[in-house]
């Protein structure tokens, strides 16, 4: 069947064969025309064979070669090789680049500086210095002379030397005229850029060099100096660079040269930095950074009473879906404090207390150190939730407590008791915090009478006292004639897991050595099973009887 089916089809060609052949014998032209691009020499057509037994041609046409014609000629022997050469250095093969050198060694063709340069560079990629001189050397015997290509592969071989080598080669290429170009800035800029090496000033002193020369500096080498300002903590430094970069080249740096200067400037606590990579990160690269570094941005918001940065980095936050928490909120109630808006940050604990977070005495210590300056702010800080709470805002009791500390640090008791019963007012319930810091404005006015009404009180309200209660009532008994009580304290405050602080003992200690109280002696074995050293002043007053050591005149 297949023998047949070929047998026919040759009759078939055959029949048109001839055909074709009649027809051309008659006309003397092709019977098809084909259209195709002629070249800048006119191609001649030869006239059609006049024979009676025409054979099927591989081609429909004739034409006269064109030898100048790219792909009608084979290329040279040298040529080839320095395609192959070229190859072997983009995927940075020095084997295969080297048993191409033998090779060529074998044929007889002799190397071109293309050829050597694609050696030098797979060379400089592994290091092999000695071999890429060897190859220089090499060279020069062929009376090749080096180029710039060739000393910037040096320069790259020779990266992990000292600096010598790179000087060397420098002064070499200063000796043959030839000027460095920005590839050899690059060279230099990363050698100093490395891990291993930090040396910032050489890097801007080439980025420097380059601005003389008029070369342009590549977005590889900006970021990797821009990152490496960043991280030596020069974050105005860097953003001074990353603006510069960006306001004279069309390329623009990647997030991640944004997002360091950023978190060098949150580090250093850098005001004006922070608000412009926050910008820049934020608002045009819309890159959301993660938690630790908002939290960085956060504290230098706080520090420098920027509000609105510290509330929009709590907008990220929520978008980062990250759980809000106390130590996030502080950073903005200091801000907000330090810009003068103490309304807001009374309004953000009851923020924090609507979403299930609580607010603590480390929270409202910005609260408490704009209070404590004169009565004036602690006055006036009454009015401020007077309005909060005529617009519908409740009080949180974090924001009594924060007034009463600042009445105790002025010693004005009088006022931090009258801040205490304004609790009810404010449909605010004290908690330990509230007692705790009561108890030490009574240590302050040796008011043991207040103690115990508050201690009453604390026992009313189901509040279990912590080891401070313990320690600042004890320390209130000490303040009186009759002390007695400071040691029933004492053992209720062990009898609850408590163990007494060092300064509790320390306490008891002086006051029975100035009253001639022999039971300081227990306190003070006590001082010692629980751990604790005796210090050198307290050791003194033990051996003096209770008298200070002066300074002699």
Same mark, same amino acid.
């Given at each position: 069947?297949?023998?047949?089916?070929?047998?026919?089809?040759?009759?078939?060609?055959?029949?048109?064969?001839?055909?074709?052949?009649?027809?051309?014998?008659?006309?003397?032209?092709?019977?098809?025309?084909?259209?195709?691009?002629?070249?800048?020499?006119?191609?001649?057509?030869?006239?059609?064979?006049?024979?009676?037994?025409?054979?099927?041609?591989?081609?429909?046409?004739?034409?006269?070669?064109?030898?100048?014609?790219?792909?009608?000629?084979?290329?040279?022997?040298?040529?080839?090789?320095?395609?192959?050469?070229?190859?072997?250095?983009?995927?940075?093969?020095?084997?295969?680049?080297?048993?191409?050198?033998?090779?060529?060694?074998?044929?007889?063709?002799?190397?071109?500086?293309?050829?050597?340069?694609?050696?030098?560079?797979?060379?400089?990629?592994?290091?092999?210095?000695?071999?890429?001189?060897?190859?220089?050397?090499?060279?020069?015997?062929?009376?090749?002379?080096?180029?710039?290509?060739?000393?910037?592969?040096?320069?790259?071989?020779?990266?992990?030397?000292?600096?010598?080598?790179?000087?060397?080669?420098?002064?070499?290429?200063?000796?043959?005229?030839?000027?460095?170009?920005?590839?050899?800035?690059?060279?230099?800029?990363?050698?100093?850029?490395?891990?291993?090496?930090?040396?910032?000033?050489?890097?801007?002193?080439?980025?420097?060099?380059?601005? =003389?020369? +008029?070369?342009?500096?590549?977005?590889?080498? $900006?970021? *990797? !100096? @821009?990152?490496?300002?960043?991280? #030596? /903590?020069?974050?105005?430094?860097?953003?001074?660079?990353?603006?510069?970069?960006?306001?004279?080249?069309?390329?623009?740096?990647?997030?991640?040269?944004?997002?360091?200067?950023?978190?060098?400037?949150?580090?250093?606590?850098?005001?004006?930095?922070?608000?412009?990579?926050?910008?820049?990160?934020?608002?045009?690269?819309?890159?959301?950074?993660?938690?630790?570094?908002?939290?960085?941005?956060?504290? =230098?918001? +706080?520090?420098?009473?920027?509000?609105?940065? $510290?509330? *929009? !980095? @709590?907008?990220?936050?929520?978008? #980062? /879906?990250?759980?809000?928490?106390?130590?996030?909120?502080?950073?903005?109630?200091?801000?907000?404090?330090?810009?003068?808006?103490?309304?807001?940050?009374?309004?953000?604990?009851?923020?924090?207390?609507?979403?299930?977070?609580?607010?603590?005495?480390?929270?409202?210590?910005?609260?408490?150190?704009?209070?404590?300056?004169?009565?004036?702010?602690?006055?006036?800080?009454?009015?401020?939730?007077?309005?909060?709470?005529?617009?519908?805002?409740?009080?949180?009791?974090?924001?009594?407590?924060?007034?009463?500390?600042?009445?105790?640090?002025?010693?004005?008791?009088?006022?931090?008791?009258?801040?205490?019963?304004?609790?009810?007012?404010?449909?605010?319930?004290?908690?330990?915090?509230?007692?705790?810091?009561?108890?030490?404005?009574?240590?302050?006015?040796?008011?043991?009478?207040?103690?115990?009404?508050?201690?009453?009180?604390?026992?009313?309200?189901?509040?279990?006292?912590?080891?401070?209660?313990?320690?600042?009532?004890?320390?209130?008994?000490?303040?009186?004639?009759?002390?007695?009580?400071?040691?029933?304290?004492?053992?209720?405050?062990?009898?609850?897991?408590?163990?007494?602080?060092?300064?509790?003992?320390?306490?008891?200690?002086?006051?029975?050595?100035?009253?001639?109280?022999?039971?300081?002696?227990?306190?003070?074995?006590?001082?010692?099973?629980?751990?604790?050293?005796?210090?050198?002043?307290?050791?003194?007053?033990?051996?003096?009887?209770?008298?200070?050591?002066?300074?002699?005149?």
């Amino acid at each position: 069947m297949l023998a047949s089916t070929s047998r026919n089809s040759l009759k078939r060609v055959s029949r048109k064969a001839a055909l074709w052949s009649s027809q051309s014998e008659c006309t003397g032209a092709l019977p098809v025309t084909f259209s195709r691009c002629q070249s800048t020499q006119q191609v001649a057509a030869k006239p059609a064979l006049h024979s009676s037994s025409s054979r099927i041609r591989n081609k429909p046409w004739s034409f006269v070669p064109d030898q100048s014609f790219q792909g009608t000629a084979r290329g040279s022997a040298i040529a080839r090789y320095q395609f192959r050469s070229t190859g072997f250095a983009n995927s940075k093969s020095t084997a295969m680049v080297l048993r191409m050198c033998k090779e060529m060694k074998q044929e007889g063709v002799n190397p071109d500086i293309i050829i050597y340069n694609n050696l030098l560079a797979c060379l400089a990629d592994d290091c092999h210095v000695l071999e890429a001189w060897a190859v220089v050397e090499d060279m020069s015997s062929m009376g090749i002379a080096p180029d710039r290509n060739t000393f910037n592969h040096l320069i790259h071989a020779s990266r992990r030397l000292h600096s010598g080598a790179m000087w060397d080669i420098l002064d070499k290429m200063d000796a043959a005229n030839i000027p460095p170009n920005e590839r050899t800035f690059q060279l230099m800029i990363q050698r100093h850029t490395t891990p291993e090496r930090k040396n910032l000033e050489f890097a801007l002193q080439c980025v420097y060099e380059m601005g =003389t020369r +008029g070369l342009i500096l590549e977005l590889t080498i $900006a970021q *990797d !100096v @821009i990152g490496l300002a960043a991280e #030596l /903590g020069f974050p105005r430094l860097a953003i001074d660079l990353a603006e510069n970069f960006e306001a004279t080249s069309v390329r623009r740096l990647s997030s991640e040269t944004w997002i360091g200067c950023l978190a060098s400037s949150a580090e250093a606590l850098y005001a004006k930095g922070v608000q412009r990579c926050w910008e820049k990160v934020i608002g045009d690269l819309n890159v959301t950074p993660d938690e630790g570094l908002c939290l960085d941005v956060l504290h =230098t918001a +706080g520090r420098h009473g920027l509000s609105d940065l $510290a509330t *929009d !980095v @709590i907008r990220v936050l929520r978008i #980062l /879906g990250a759980d809000w928490q106390e130590y996030h909120f502080a950073p903005l109630v200091e801000a907000m404090c330090n810009a003068g808006n103490l309304k807001d940050a009374f309004g953000t604990l009851d923020l924090m207390r609507s979403s299930n977070i609580f607010p603590t005495a480390v929270t409202t210590q910005p609260i408490y150190e704009v209070l404590k300056q004169d009565v004036d702010k602690v006055d006036g800080a009454w009015e401020l939730l007077d309005k909060l709470r005529s617009e519908g805002k409740t009080i949180d009791r974090t924001a009594i407590n924060a007034i009463i500390r600042a009445a105790i640090s002025l010693s004005d008791l009088q006022r931090a008791v009258g801040a205490y019963k304004a609790f009810p007012d404010y449909k605010c319930v004290p908690d330990i915090d509230t007692f705790n810091s009561l108890l030490s404005g009574c240590i302050i006015a040796s008011h043991r009478g207040l103690g115990d009404r508050l201690l009453l009180d604390l026992k009313e309200l189901g509040i279990k006292p912590d080891a401070t209660t313990y320690e600042r009532i004890i320390v209130l008994c000490l303040t009186q004639t009759t002390y007695e009580d400071a040691f029933f304290y004492l053992e209720e405050m062990k009898a609850q897991k408590y163990v007494p602080p060092r300064s509790v003992y320390d306490a008891i200690i002086r006051t029975c050595i100035a009253a001639g109280d022999s039971r300081y002696t227990l306190a003070l074995d006590e001082l010692k099973q629980c751990g604790y050293t005796v210090s050198d002043n307290l050791q003194t007053f033990i051996d003096t009887g209770g008298r200070e050591s002066r300074p002699r005149s």
